[in-house]
């Protein structure tokens, strides 16, 4: 369920996809950060930087790369540059490859463009070296 909420935020359907994390998150016997992701990419996709570094705040999954791209992308826009910058580096250090294909990642959750320019926006912010939207896949 909190994926499938997830997936429809990320496609632009947050009027179905929130109430659904919302949901999942209420029957999860132990509800974690990740229902958090919906409600930071909503926010993200609305131009609200401040909610959007909350709810990524509150991901508490530190180990995951999504998170880190989150918090640093949100941070930077948020004029946060100590935080854009240490989960950069989180970022960096769980996957050192990410700087070099953050698009294909970001491209494999099909997000939608809006979002997309956003949180590339904000991790440029951050200092990661992002090249310019290609053709590829």
Do not use: Y
């Amino acid at each position: 369920l909190a994926l499938g909420g997830i997936l429809l935020v990320i496609s632009n359907d947050s009027a179905e996809g929130l109430p659904l994390a919302e949901r999942a998150r209420a029957l999860s016997p132990t509800p974690d950060g990740v229902f958090n992701l919906a409600h930071a990419i909503n926010s993200l996709r609305e131009g609200n930087c401040a909610a959007a570094l909350t709810a990524a705040l509150e991901i508490d999954l530190p180990r995951w790369i999504v998170t880190q791209e989150f918090i640093a992308s949100t941070a930077a826009l948020c004029g946060r540059d100590d935080l854009a910058r240490e989960a950069l580096a989180r970022a960096l250090e769980l996957d050192p490859a990410f700087e070099s294909q953050v698009l294909q990642h970001l491209a494999r959750w099909h997000l939608d463009p809006v979002l997309e320019e956003r949180l590339v926006a904000g991790l440029r912010a951050a200092g990661l070296k992002v090249e310019e939207h290609s053709s590829q896949p």
